[in-house]
């Protein structure tokens, strides 16, 4: 069965530190990967998506990600926090075929940023 | 942003009373979905649209279902809603190719 592991439920990094989320998944076929942003009250705002190619992906806000298909993993890194990053990331994996996405979601990690 | 509204925003309903939750889309997008996001769980897909009456079952789908007679429009219902439907729904749209999907702002609602 398809599933997706975010070990880390609460991350907190002082501003101006690096940050990586962990994101590591299980799927019988090649998959689409995503990474989605949550601030609270709001909903999902999509940071970036792999789907071929390159395995490390650029996306908005300075987020990168890179695909590492041995470890089946999908790791989210920023070089430089900031306090706006305050919010709950999850990773999502998809199948890769034309239709619909029925996208399977981790737990999710809410990141806290020290002054 | 992709434009997609969904209401009501928040809900409080009691435990055997029918609720239906509306997304609207303004982007004529062929495929809906319906998530319900729970702590400790992330989102979880209820149901999904792949184009008018066009419907099929996700990952949670007992005691809910949905009706699209429009591109725009996909209705969730609670037929009999139970306190463990409590939660924060949210509605998706996508195309194909591409795939990512675009989230609303997401309805809270509250089974007593």
């Known amino acids: 069965a398809q599933s997706v592991t975010q070990p880390d439920i609460h991350i907190t990094v002082s501003e101006g530190a690096s940050l990586e989320l962990r994101c590591n998944y299980s799927?019988?076929?090649?998959?689409?990967l995503f990474w989605y942003v949550q601030s609270p009250g709001q909903g999902l705002q999509l940071l970036l998506k792999y789907f071929s190619g390159d395995t490390l992906v650029q996306g908005i806000k300075g987020f990168e990600a890179e695909f590492k298909r041995s470890q089946s993993s999908f790791n989210l890194r920023k070089p430089s926090v900031h306090w706006s990053d305050a919010a709950e990331y999850f990773c999502?994996?998809?199948?890769?075929?034309?239709?619909?996405?029925?996208?399977?979601f981790g737990q999710g990690t809410r990141l806290t940023i020290n002054p | 942003d992709a434009g997609i509204t969904q209401s009501p925003r928040h809900k409080v309903t009691e435990t055997g009373t029918p609720v239906t939750l509306r997304c609207h889309q303004t982007?004529?997008?062929?495929?809906m979905y319906w998530y319900r996001q729970d702590p400790g769980h992330g989102l979880r897909l209820i149901h999904y649209s792949y184009g008018v009456k066009d419907t099929d079952k996700g990952e949670v789908s007992d005691g809910y279902s949905v009706s699209r007679s429009k591109t725009e429009d996909f209705l969730l219902t609670l037929e009999s809603a139970t306190s463990s439907q409590t939660s924060v729904y949210f509605c998706a749209i996508g195309s194909s190719p591409g795939n990512e999907q675009f989230f609303g702002p997401g309805t809270r609602l509250t089974v007593l």
């Open positions: 999502a994996v998809g199948p890769a075929l034309q239709g619909a996405q029925k996208l399977v």
């Open positions: 982007e004529n997008h062929r495929y």
């Open positions: 799927y019988g076929a090649t998959p689409y």
